[in-house]
């Protein structure tokens, strides 16, 4: 199985901060890793496919970027809605697996 | 617009059987334009595949839990089910249905609520 590595764990961040999440496959993916923000009691909802494709309503501070190995996921202005936690996920091969989440935490 | 909702008991037994269904409104498994899934996720942990299956019956699982689960689709009701064996405290978890995003690659922008199950005694 490929493995999927965040980090930070967690940060604490204030409004209007600049986020970067990075997540690290253990072998390379091409271009075929997903960003979900997941609320707690919630789903998670899909927000980045194919690495920088946002799907359709999602915001614009958010970004995907990487291929191969190493993604990142930026908020490029942290709205009061975006504390959550966030997940990668590689869609390369079977079976899909998920990074361990990142919390994103108000300062 | 597509929405999933899972059903099933909340508590099963070790040792016994889940079983969960997924009934899905707003669009027909039959169409044939998706596949669908189930992920799991520990109570305050991450996430984990299960498997897929296709209108057509056919199915694909995580090796990790294949030799215990099995997914099957009842398209005159549209849902599909997730049957785990020989259940264990480690399959303790909310369960969600999910569907995988048109174009071919394996991404979920559907999901249902989740549904929580406890293996307990």
């Known amino acids: 199985d490929i493995q999927m590595t965040q980090s930070p764990s967690s940060v604490s961040a204030s409004v209007g901060d600049r986020v970067t999440i990075t997540c690290r496959a253990s072998?390379?993916?091409?271009?075929?890793l997903a960003w979900y923000q997941q609320k707690p009691g919630k789903p998670p909802k899909l927000l980045i496919y194919?690495?920088?494709s946002l799907l359709g309503g999602v915001p614009s501070r958010f970004s995907g970027s990487g291929s191969g190995t190493d993604f990142t996921l930026t908020i490029s202005s942290l709205q009061p809605e975006d504390f959550a936690t966030y997940y990668c996920q590689q869609a390369n091969s079977f079976p899909f697996t998920f990074g361990g989440g990142t919390k994103v935490e108000i300062k | 617009q597509v929405q999933l909702q899972e059903s099933g008991p909340g508590l099963v037994k070790p040792s016994q059987i889940l079983s969960l269904t997924c009934t899905v409104s707003g669009g027909s498994i039959s169409s044939g334009d998706y596949y669908w899934s189930w992920i799991r996720q520990p109570p305050g942990k991450g996430l984990e595949w299960i498997g897929y299956?296709?209108?057509?019956?056919?199915?694909f699982y995580n090796p990790s839990l294949k030799s215990r689960v099995t997914i099957s689709v009842d398209t005159a009701k549209n849902q599909f089910s997730l049957r785990l064996s020989s259940v264990t405290d480690a399959d303790t978890a909310v369960y969600y249905c999910v569907r995988r995003i048109t174009g071919g690659r394996w991404y979920f922008d559907v999901w249902g609520r989740g549904t929580l199950v406890t293996v307990s005694s």
């Open positions: 299956m296709y209108y057509s019956g056919s199915t």
């Open positions: 072998q390379g993916i091409t271009n075929w």
């Open positions: 194919g690495a920088s």
